[in-house]
């Protein structure tokens, strides 16, 4: 960054030692002007040597020359009659004769090129002295100079502030829309500020202490400084202030933080920035709308749970508990779409494929082919669990970089990068609780109306060569699918609700499979289940399943470290090993067998009918249900990872085994969604819509990153979060009809949060949560199963009858394999109009 020159010394009244000048001491009649009863030796004394280097060069005559020439020109001039003043008047443009004389000219552009000049001015400002002098400084020309600078520099400035209203201001047609917020940069506004207005923004950028190159921050200061003078000329200079108001906004700001925010030029005044939030609103409103007619969307929806307070409370003005329902819309740019066909090859499709259910065979056979590639991927977890233990150093292994170590390929994974983010637009929630079958109705109408599609004829347009994807819980999807089939005679399309496809969420459904691990496997204090895992970690609120506060997150937690607490003992017991770092001596592909081996004996369902084969002499129940803990859990996390890592292949591959573990578990629920999943990918779908399915309605990315892949339904529980914490709304006037004006907004809100926080440097405050390590937990459980001896065969070791784990999948399995499972599901679809309770009393009649 280019500066101007040193602003200070035209102003500094300092000796040139850097001394502040002394009192004046003057006998009577003696005058202050010093400097003129100097000699000329006196002169050159006073003139450091730096000033002489720099005014002079190598061919320069020496001081005396100097002033025996100035002498003799002040003598000529005297002679003449013109005094200094007229000559250096003449010499600067005096009158028109002197501007038009070439001697002049040239001698005139000479002087006001000359490197000279400035120390000239300044010893005119600050006339110099002997470094050991007493008397008191000549005043020489400060005061002319002085007021010469400030009118100057004020005249400049007035200009510059001029010439930078129009990079400051903001239309108001534009102001709220996402493209100009995130345009308006500091950075980029101190380069335009650097051309605009040069030197306010050097003086300011000098006065902070910094030279050239110095700290962005200083930039920021300066930019923001220039933006609240400019503000004060006109309101209508507040790009910067309309961007700090809405951040503020958002981040807690109160009114009258606001108040005196504005009063200092620094935001825009309350009520813009309210009224801007609705605009903000409309416009994302119409932004989606726009975008749904150029790519495929899907939406979810939730219930949402927001306390309203009143601060006096009268009949008509109580405090409640509010119970609505939230909505978002997402879409991906780079998403194909959908043919115009798709919507009739739909009601094709799923009119013949009711004709031809899936039977127990089928649900067979896809387990069958599935298993194989579901256990490379077992196979690489229990490896994981080797390679990531401390002991056994795996950034010292020789081996490291072997491909056998790496993870295998994923089976169908979804693409990532920038251009493959999704993008999220909240609707408005609205005051109907998602509680029955009525509300859901009124629910696919209010979201409709929001998207625009209100009168009879845009709802049929859309209903016969649109789709509509709806993602939620269970219990949405559920009631969702019920309306379907209450509606099955309807009169037109759009209320048979014709164009819809309806897709449970993966998040719900990771809890439904760890609660169901959690009922299976808690056990008691004393043996050696989950519940004796909770007490020896001290995890508390983990003996009872919960379906609020952070239970799942604490269980999941729990559920990884006794699983790698688990596979390091049976590393240790079937490698022959006192340590794992003793298996650093092992090759790659030693490793690798070894890790079959442990799936193979200690995690997988031959494994276990190979146990209950025995006979009761030979059989080591603790050993079984270790066996069967491995291989549940293993299913879990491996349908963890795909899911973080967007494999939908492997997902896929997992569905026939989870529909074995919830029917053997009695989750009725999730059994008959898997199921109606597997019949819409195998029969009822035409292909666009499976691949649409797969890629765009089991998974979202907002981020584009590797890794960062979430379930739809959990993307909707962030943006509750949002609602509700983030980005929540306070105050005696926060009704329902406020929420659904703000929440389409939050969308822009975010951008705007995320881009001046990086401009700031404080985006990864408060962004994320450090997870305190581990490994101590698991050390501590691995000690307590390798001092048990649970891991080593022991043939006769029997458990209490109600320690005996059963094996759901197992269980599950038979159901099906005897065909009363799919029987009562192909019931349950033949009835136009069945309650939902009929799968739940079927499916508890096969028990």
Request: one cysteine or more; charged letters at 25%.
């Amino acid at each position: 960054m280019d500066t101007a020159h040193d602003f200070d010394n035209i102003f500094d009244t300092r000796d040139i030692d850097g001394n502040e000048p002394d009192e004046p001491e003057l006998s009577d009649g003696e005058t202050n002007e010093i400097f003129l009863q100097d000699t000329p030796e006196d002169l050159d004394d006073n003139i450091s040597d730096d000033e002489l280097d720099e005014d002079t060069d190598a061919q320069a005559p020496t001081s005396s020359q100097l002033s025996s020439k100035v002498r003799h020109i002040l003598d000529e001039m005297d002679r003449t009659n013109l005094k200094l003043a007229d000559f250096l008047n003449g010499l600067s443009w005096g009158d028109q004769a002197c501007t038009q004389d070439a001697k002049i000219r040239t001698e005139q552009t000479i002087l006001l090129h000359s490197q000279q000049l400035h120390s000239i001015l300044q010893r005119w400002a600050v006339p110099p002295r002997m470094s050991r002098s007493k008397k008191r400084r000549a005043e020489g020309a400060s005061p002319i100079v002085n007021a010469f600078s400030i009118d100057y520099v004020r005249n400049t400035m007035h200009k510059e502030l001029s010439d930078a209203a129009k990079p400051l201001s903001s239309p108001a047609s534009m102001d709220v829309r996402v493209e100009t917020l995130t345009e308006t940069s500091f950075e980029g506004m101190a380069n335009t500020l650097q051309d605009t207005a040069p030197l306010l923004f050097n003086l300011l950028y000098s006065l902070t202490g910094q030279t050239a190159g110095g700290p962005k921050k200083t930039e920021m200061i300066v930019v923001m400084i220039i933006a609240m003078i400019s503000y004060t000329r006109s309101h209508h200079r507040n790009r910067l202030q309309k961007l700090l108001s809405l951040y503020f906004k958002f981040k807690g700001l109160s009114a009258k933080g606001f108040d005196s925010l504005h009063a200092m030029a620094l935001t825009m005044s309350h009520k813009w920035t309210s009224n801007a939030v609705e605009r903000i609103s409309e416009q994302c409103m119409e932004e989606v709308r726009a975008l749904m007619k150029l790519y495929p969307w899907t939406i979810s929806y939730d219930n949402v749970n927001i306390p309203f307070r009143v601060f006096s409370q009268r009949l008509d003005n109580q405090g409640e508990h509010g119970n609505g329902t939230a909505g978002t819309i997402y879409m991906k740019p780079k998403a194909r779409p959908l043919s115009i066909a798709a919507n009739a090859d739909l009601k094709n499709m799923r009119a013949a494929g009711m004709k031809t259910p899936l039977s127990s065979l089928d649900i067979m056979d896809l387990a069958q082919t599935s298993y194989p590639r579901v256990e490379k991927f077992m196979v690489y977890r229990v490896l994981q669990c080797l390679l990531d233990s401390p002991d056994f150093n795996r950034k010292t292994y020789f081996g490291r970089n072997n491909p056998l170590l790496q993870p295998p390929p994923p089976l169908k994974p979804l693409p990532t990068g920038p251009d493959h983010a999704a993008l999220q637009f909240l609707l408005g929630t609205v005051n109907i609780a998602e509680a029955s079958y009525e509300d859901n109705a009124r629910l696919i109408n209010e979201w409709f109306n929001q998207l625009g599609i209100m009168d009879p004829e845009q709802r049929k347009q859309f209903s016969t060569s649109n789709l509509a994807f709806w993602i939620g819980d269970q219990l949405t999807v559920e009631r969702l699918r019920g309306i379907f089939k209450f509606r099955a005679e309807d009169e037109n399309s759009f209320e048979r609700l014709d164009f819809s496809v309806f897709i449970f969420g993966w998040f719900h459904l990771q809890m439904a499979f760890a609660n169901s691990l959690h009922k299976q496997y808690l056990g008691t204090s004393k043996s050696r289940g989950l519940k004796q895992a909770f007490q020896l970690l001290e995890k508390k609120g983990l003996t009872k399943p919960q379906t609020k506060g952070p239970f799942f997150h604490d269980l999941d937690e729990a559920l990884h470290e006794v699983a790698e607490a688990h596979f390091r003992e049976d590393w240790r017991v079937l490698g022959r090993v006192n340590s794992l770092a003793d298996l650093r001596s092992s090759s790659p592909e030693e490793l690798l067998k070894l890790a079959e081996m442990i799936v193979r004996r200690r995690a997988s369902s031959d494994a276990i009918n190979s146990m209950d084969s025995k006979s009761p002499s030979h059989q080591d129940d603790q050993l079984r249900n270790l066996t069967l803990w491995n291989r549940d859990v293993l299913q879990y996390i491996v349908l963890d990872d795909a899911i973080q890592n967007g494999d939908v292949g492997l997902m896929e591959d997992m569905l026939p085994h989870l529909f074995f573990r919830f029917v053997g578990g009695g989750n009725n629920k999730y059994a008959g969604e898997i199921m109606e999943t597997l019949q819409g990918l195998h029969r009822e779908w035409p292909a666009e819509v499976k691949e649409f399915v797969r890629e765009h309605c089991w998974l979202v990315n907002t981020t584009g990153k590797p890794g960062m892949f979430c379930g739809v339904d959990k993307a909707q529980e962030h943006n509750i979060k949002e609602i509700k914490v983030t980005y929540r709304s306070e105050g005696p006037n926060i009704k329902w009809e406020y929420l659904k004006k703000l929440h389409p907004a939050i969308r822009t809100i975010r951008i705007v949060a995320v881009h001046v926080e990086k401009a700031f440097g404080t985006l990864s405050r408060g962004a994320k949560h450090t997870k305190p390590s581990r490994e101590k937990d698991i050390v501590k459980l691995q000690r307590s199963y390798q001092a048990s001896g649970y891991h080593n065969y022991k043939a006769g070791r029997k458990v209490k009858r109600k320690m005996l784990i059963p094996d759901y999948a197992t269980v599950g399995a038979t159901k099906v394999i005897t065909g009363k499972v799919i029987q009562c599901w192909k019931d349950l679809r033949s009835f136009e109009r069945a309650t939902t309770e009929v799968w739940d009393d079927l499916l508890d009649d096969t028990t």
